[in-house]
């Protein structure tokens, strides 16, 4: 669970680096044409002329740009695609194949292809905008940099951390040389590789990373700086990973008390940086400390943000998770049937945090002896990622592999043999015979 916590807070801070690049260096559809010299200054070889409008001569290519940035701001991606390959066909055909409208449409179709789950269609096309935009305009050019780290940033989405890193460590080597040390573009790269570092278990280089990135912050933004106190979360977290306790709390509690002095106690970010203390208290079993920080998160998350939100469902299911911790295991029963209630409630039956919290309510029960009640809880979970996934979805394998444990705990063997069996012949057709989770499956069976 902590390295579930991790990354997605990780996967946040991505994101949002992802978005500013998208944002400055396209988008046709959004700025057609307005694009500043500094963005999209071309070389000789790329031939753009706007003064008779060659693209909009019968006046639907600006109809295709309005309709594509309501497909935008809907997150409609099928339909942004849709009518980005209409724009480019029309900009090629007018301006040719490299000009800045055909760069930035590339660009916004990755984008729509990104949005549908296609990373493997986006990353191509994210690498044809970066071979064009090299050719035309050099590696050190911003377009050329933020394709390069969108390459970078598919990588990663794919999986395929190493390759992210190499890329990650090129863009940033080329933001030191052209923009400096200081730049928020070198801050935000050295921020990206240090958590890419993080992510593959090389603690002591990302440390070093954001370290830097930390001073550098401190030195030209200031303490209070928003980007000086995430670097300092990032940097006690990373301390946390290598076992550093006190150096790795004492961090953490300093962040906290300048958000509460320079953002507030009801902040989000401040109430971010409690649930970051009070991770780093129970990643050093310091289980008491880590659950009266959660408590009063919390409560201040029911009062601010009502007991609906998500981020206060979190804060429950951590509460829930210290509770358990200490071994009050009927409290934090207790409290997961509140979650569980409504996330039935806000979210439905089937939303895939929903069947998260009836697991945390299986294993409770489980705990406290409450042994058929935790079956049945297993068997819905199965029954419902079963309906909505299909029988060889590897969640359903998993929910399969979760009832069987269960009905070998309560010794009905032969229905956990069953099951273990249905599973085997689901895995041999899904991951092969020779998958380690097939080999695994035999071995119990």
Known sequence: MNDIFRYHKIRLSNAAIRSFCIAACLCAFILPGTASA?????T????????????????????WIGAARAAHEAKDWPEVERLVLKIMVREEQALGPVNTEVLGSLANLAEALEGQGKYDEALTIYRKALELSRKAQGE????????????????HELGHLQEALTVFQQVLELYRDVRGAGHPDTLASMRTTAYTLNELGRFEEALAIFQEELKLSRKILGDEAPQ?????????????????????????????????????????????????????FQNFGRHADALALREQELALRRKI???????????????????????????????????????????????PQTLGSMNRMSNFLMILGLEDEALEFRKRVLEITRMREGE???????AMGQVAIFLAQVYRQDEALKMRL????????????????????MSLI
């Open 140 to 155: 050190k050019h911003p377009y050329t940099l933020n394709m390069q780290f969108l390459v970078g940033h598919t990588l």
């Open 305 to 351: 943000e009502g007991d609906e939100h998500p981020d206060t469902l979190t804060a429950m299911v951590m509460v829930a998770r210290s509770l358990s911790d200490l071994r009050r295991f009927q409290e934090a029963l207790a409290l997961t049937r509140k979650e569980l209630e409504l996330r039935r409630r806000v979210q439905g039956n089937e939303h």
């Open 392 to 398: 060889e979805h590897p969640d359903t394998l998993t």
């Open 44 to 63: 000789s070889e790329i031939e753009v002329s706007n003064v008779s409008n060659p693209l909009d001569e019968d006046g639907e290519y600006q109809s």
């Open 228 to 280: 000086t106190l995430s670097a300092m979360r990032q940097t006690s977290i990373v301390l946390g990973s290598l076992k550093r306790e006190q150096d790795a709390i004492t961090l953490s509690k300093q962040v906290l008390e300048l958000r509460r002095k320079f953002q507030g106690d009801k902040h989000p970010e401040t109430l971010d940086e409690m649930f970051w203390l009070a991770f780093q």
């Open 422 to 441: 249905l599973m085997l012949d689901l895995q041999r057709k899904v991951l092969g015979e020779d998958h380690p989770d097939t080999l695994n499956l």
């Open 38 to 42: 500094e963005q999209v200054k071309l």
